[in-house]
């Protein structure tokens, strides 16, 4: 800890210099060289297909949707039908299934990979690292975030208030993403010696193809996706928070001065250390508690908010199916409307990303669907609910036009989502920052763990490797308080974006996997349920 500390003392204390000398020209220098050497990029993941003279999709969303579509049908609506079953495994009702296997339990044949070896100490029957809400808290900190917050009001000023009905079906048909990804995730997980696990796309792509005879192809979109997933842990896992959480603590006590960003980073950074070296025990240890308080003070003051203007809830609900379908003069139309509410849906719940499937293949359980069953709750909880809620209370209090002009593009997301908080809860910003503090941090640890994961797939697992990867993330997060909002929120929309393309073509290939152990898990779950209701018919035939 003491080593790790030093090293990062030594890189940035040159930086803490600089910036007490021209603050204000470094800022600048920073926004003018990450535009120049990163603008390439961006255009190219969000090139426009032009279908007509009006009619123009970026190409990167026709894969997100058109893969989410796809796994909604192939999995019969599972986004629906295993939504009550996900409660139940996140509650623990199916854990003696899962780290022991039904047929131990049951005397099911379903084979199961694995079993406990008796002979050692350690249970080998159910590989992995946390639970099933420690693996889904973990996921949902790095979602649930200020792409709620900040994001929400971005697609809000530029899309109108129809921008949340696409944000909303966004959510539910990533449901059916979410649940195949990280299932794969589970499935094509590496476990090492110590019981740490190895998981994620870089995995299920490599290995999951390689079985598929596609094994060239896997490998060049494993290490597509771990490049993707370090710009990402850079960019929208770190820079974005960072530089919103900067911008939301400096307005509140209005700090003045170039560098008050810069400090704001720094001590962001020395947090984000603590938890990270610990790896995804202690991130998944935070989370669990962190992520609950800080949504549930979030969703509090949204539903008092609501509450308070109950009659109003119609009036933004129906400008809001209204403008879903009509659009006109905002965001170039209807299309404009749809691609603004469907891009912010995506970045905040992060559903065909992949990114979630690195967190949840760490759970401890036997069978793979298990924990992608508990993985669709992720977007209904991120975008259904949470994004839902921060879009109508904006667009309740914005009633009369008084802090956004719809088709407006803004350049503060949190700023403005304050101003509306604060309208019916005075002096709420002083709440909402420390929420955004929190979310911020809480994303930037799951993301550093997501990142961390595609630089061990890339440059190996080792200690020298885990410290340059860990330096370098928290240098990015005081990078990321210190540069104007444009450049960040570009480049990690591209970064995030840039992931969807190998992980879509990777799990659509992997389909037939993935339902193949759905089946085996339901059918694990019928047996436990017809071998309670044996027992119980016999309990009460012997009285």
């Not at 946390?130 to 973990?138: P, R």
């Not at 979310?439 to 799951?446: D, P, Q, R």
């Amino acid at each position: 800890m003491k080593k790790f500390l030093l090293s990062l003392f030594t890189i940035l204390t040159p930086l803490l210099t600089f910036a007490q000398e021209d603050a204000g020209s470094i800022e600048a220098s920073f926004d003018a060289s990450f535009r120049k050497y990163t603008g390439w990029f961006v255009d190219a993941i969000f090139y426009e297909i032009p279908f007509s003279d009006t009619f123009q999709i970026p190409w990167v969303l026709i894969v997100l949707i058109g893969g989410a579509l796809y796994f909604t049908f192939y999995f019969k609506l599972i986004n629906f039908t295993g939504f009550f079953t996900a409660i139940k495994v996140v509650r623990g009702k199916y854990e003696d299934i899962e780290k022991h296997g039904v047929d131990t339990l049951y005397g099911d044949p379903t084979p199961n990979e694995g079993g406990d070896i008796i002979e050692t100490i350690r249970d080998e029957s159910a590989d992995g690292e946390v639970s099933h809400f420690q693996a889904l808290t973990a996921a949902l900190s790095a979602t649930v975030g200020l792409g709620n917050i900040a994001g929400v009001a971005v697609a809000l000023s530029i899309g109108g208030p129809g921008a949340t009905f696409w944000m909303i079906l966004a959510g539910l048909l990533g449901m059916a993403s979410k649940f195949a990804e990280c299932t794969l995730g589970v499935k094509y997980r590496d476990v090492g010696e110590d019981g740490t696990v190895y998981g994620g796309p870089m995995y299920y792509l490599s290995k999951g193809l390689k079985e598929k005879g596609a094994g060239v192809l896997g490998k060049i979109l494993a290490v597509l996706f771990a490049i993707f997933v370090i710009g990402g842990s850079f960019g929208g896992g770190n820079m974005f928070q960072a530089n919103q959480a900067a911008a939301q603590f400096t307005k509140l006590f209005e700090l003045t001065g170039g560098n008050s960003g810069f400090f704001f980073g720094l001590i962001m950074a020395a947090f984000v250390a603590i938890v990270i070296i610990g790896g995804i025990k202690r991130i998944a240890k935070v989370t669990e508690k962190i992520v609950p308080f800080m949504a549930g003070i979030y969703v509090l003051a949204a539903v008092i908010i609501l509450v308070a203007n109950f009659s109003l809830i119609d009036d933004a609900f129906s400008l809001i199916f209204t403008g879903a379908f009509s659009g006109l003069g905002i965001a170039g139309g209807l299309i404009g409307v749809m691609i603004q509410g469907i891009r912010r849906g995506a970045f905040s719940n992060e559903a065909g990303v992949g990114s979630a499937a690195i967190a949840h293949s760490a759970v401890r359980t036997k069978y793979p669907a298990s924990e992608g069953i508990v993985a669709l709750l992720e977007p209904f909880v991120d975008t259904v609910v949470i994004c839902t809620m921060t879009a109508l209370v904006i667009i309740i209090t914005n009633f009369d036009g008084s802090f956004m002009e719809y088709g407006t593009p803004i350049s503060e997301g949190v700023e403005l989502t304050a101003t509306a908080f604060d309208s019916v809860i005075p002096h709420f910003s002083i709440i909402l920052t420390i929420a955004v503090i929190l979310f911020a941090f809480s994303t930037m640890i799951s993301w550093s763990y997501y990142g961390m994961q595609g630089w061990k797939y890339l440059f190996g697992k080792g200690k020298i490797t885990d410290l340059i990867y860990k330096i370098l993330f928290l240098a990015f997060v005081v990078l990321g308080a210190s540069i104007s909002l444009g450049a960040v929120i570009d480049f990690s929309d591209a970064m995030i974006f840039a992931m969807v393309v190998p992980n879509i073509i990777g799990v659509v290939l992997l389909t037939p996997v993935v339902r193949k152990e759905l089946t085996k898990y339901m059918k694990a779950i019928k047996t436990k349920k017809e071998a309670i209701e044996e027992g119980a018919e016999d309990l009460t035939n012997e009285l």
